[in-house]
């Protein structure tokens, strides 16, 4: 069993910047696939970016690239979201995920849910 729990959303002024972090518990965090995925209302969730459990691999939605970094710390069983230049459109929930198979975008792959965290941007 893996525990997550994100943190660092907030409101904050398009342009600005925003780090959440995602804490893991139980099983060892080295284990397993890292993604962050998040959920604007009325849409579906949508996958970000990934990292492998290595930390070797990352892979980021093309919607994102060059604005999002995901990046770990295994000695802190935690995985971050490092979030630049924010657009309102990336108002949204944002929740990280655990897949012990393998690294993927698809969020039905994914082991374990942590409750997420609102990120909201004004314009």
């Known amino acids: 069993q893996v525990q997550l729990v994100e943190s660092g959303g907030g409101l904050v002024q398009a342009g600005g910047s925003l780090r959440l972090s995602c804490a893991t518990s139980g099983r060892t965090f080295a284990s397993y696939h890292m993604g962050w995925f998040r959920q604007a209302p009325g849409q579906g969730r949508e996958f970000v970016a990934g990292i492998s459990r290595s930390g070797g691999t990352r892979y980021y939605a093309d919607s994102v690239k060059g604005r999002f970094t995901i990046s770990s710390d295994n000695a802190k069983n935690t995985v971050y979201l490092q979030i630049d230049s924010l657009k309102p459109e990336d108002t949204a929930v944002y929740y990280c995920?655990?897949?012990?198979?393998?690294?993927?975008?698809?969020?039905?792959?994914?082991?374990?849910w942590g409750q997420g965290t609102q990120v909201t941007v004004s314009s």
């Open positions: 995920a655990a897949a012990g198979a393998v690294l993927t975008a698809y969020a039905d792959r994914y082991d374990y």
